[in-house]
C-alpha cells in the first residue's frame, strides 16, 4: 500500500510541478522587472491541493528543472533569475506552497464556510508571503528601498488576488470532487 501511495504522491508533484512550468510561458511585461505571472498562483494551487510537503516538493521540483531549462516567466532560466530583481519571489514561492499547505490542510471538508475560510486564510497568506520575499529580494537586488520596492507591488495587488482567489475555488472543488488526494497526504505527514 505504501508503494502505492508514493507512487500516487510523485505523480502528484510531477504533475503540478509541469503545471508551475507550464505557466511560465505566460507573462505581461510590466516595466519594473517583475512580470505578471500564472506561475505564483499556481504554486499556491499546488500547496493549497497537495499540501505543504507534496507542494513545497513540487515547486522545488520546477526550481530544480529552472536550473537547467528556460521555464521561469519570459523564458529565463533559475539561475539567470538568481541575480536579478525576482530573485526573492523564488524564494518565496517555496516559503508560499509550504504555508498554503500547512494552514489549507486545517480546513475540513464536510464544512464549506469554514472550509473556504481556511483556504482563504491559505491562499492569501501564501500570497503575502511571496509578496515580502519578492519586496526583499527588489531592495537587495534592484537597491530599492522598502517604500518603494513595497510599492513595485501595486500593479499585482488586483490581477494577483484574482488569481488567489481562483486557486481558492479550484482548490475548493478538488477537495471535494476527489478527498483521497488529501487523505494520501495525510498518510505521510
Known amino acids: 500500500m505504501k508503494n502505492n501511495s508514493t507512487a500516487l504522491d510523485l505523480a502528484y508533484i510531477a504533475v503540478f510541478a509541469a503545471l508551475i512550468c507550464v505557466l511560465g510561458f505566460f507573462a505581461i511585461p510590466t516595466g519594473t522587472g517583475v ?15 497537495l499540501g505543504a510537503r507534496r507542494g513545497t516538493l513540487a515547486t522545488a521540483l520546477f526550481l530544480l528543472v529552472g536550473l537547467a531549462l528556460p521555464v521561469l516567466a519570459g523564458g529565463r532560466t533559475v539561475i539567470t533569475a538568481l ?7 523564488l524564494v518565496g514561492y517555496l516559503i508560499s506552497a509550504a504555508v498554503a499547505g500547512l494552514i489549507a490542510y486545517r480546513a475540513p471538508l464536510n464544512k464549506t464556510g469554514e472550509a473556504l475560510s481556511w483556504l482563504g486564510l491559505a491562499g492569501f497568506a501564501a500570497l503575502a508571503l511571496q509578496y515580502l520575499c519578492g519586496i526583499a529580494g527588489l531592495m537587495v537586488r534592484a537597491g530599492m528601498d522598502v517604500g518603494t520596492a513595497f510599492a513595485a507591488q501595486t500593479p499585482f495587488l488586483l490581477p494577483d488576488t484574482i488569481k488567489t482567489a481562483a486557486a481558492i475555488a479550484i482548490a475548493f472543488a478538488v477537495h471535494r470532487a476527489l478527498p483521497q488526494v488529501r487523505s494520501s497526504a495525510n498518510n505521510h505527514v
Open 83 to 89: 541575480s536579478g530583481p525576482t530573485v526573492g519571489y
Open 35 to 49: 512580470p505578471l505571472v500564472l506561475q505564483n498562483a499556481a504554486i499556491i494551487l499546488a500547496g493549497l491541493v
